[in-house]
């Protein structure tokens, strides 16, 4: 069974930074992707970054480039996100999503796309004070 487990939300103050976890266990798959996404109330649910497990290509959303950094431990089965800078906007829940790759995939066009995932995370709050 495929799980994804969140973790490294938080309160921090504008400016600050804060490093979200993903492990993922029950992994059978040779191609996959790892997403981060988030929700803010009131607001759906949008494609932050994600990473291949082939080639390490990545996507980031303009709101969160040159920011936001999407990283993997393959020996941990664990992808990053690193967050500097952050802005009261970023506050949200964020999710983990795993997306298996059986065809072509490109992370501009698949990578921010929900529906492309299959498995998700419970989901970690991230809270940014002004």
């Known amino acids: 069974e495929v799980q994804l487990v969140e973790s490294g939300g938080g309160l921090v103050q504008a400016g600050g930074s804060l490093r979200l976890s993903c492990a993922a266990s029950?992994?059978?798959?040779?191609?996959?992707?790892i997403g981060w996404f988030r929700q803010a109330p009131g607001k759906e649910r949008e494609g932050v970054s994600c990473i291949s497990s082939s080639d390490g290509s990545t996507y980031y959303a303009d709101s969160v480039k040159d920011r936001f950094t999407i990283s993997t431990d393959n020996a941990k089965n664990t992808v990053y996100l690193q967050m500097n800078s952050l802005k009261p906007e970023d506050t949200a829940v964020y999710y983990c999503a795993a997306d298996i790759i059986d065809g072509s995939w490109s992370p501009w066009v698949d990578g921010p796309l929900l529906y492309e995932y299959e498995y998700w995370g419970q989901g970690t709050q991230v809270t940014v004070s002004s």
């Open positions: 029950g992994f059978t798959f040779d191609d996959y992707a």
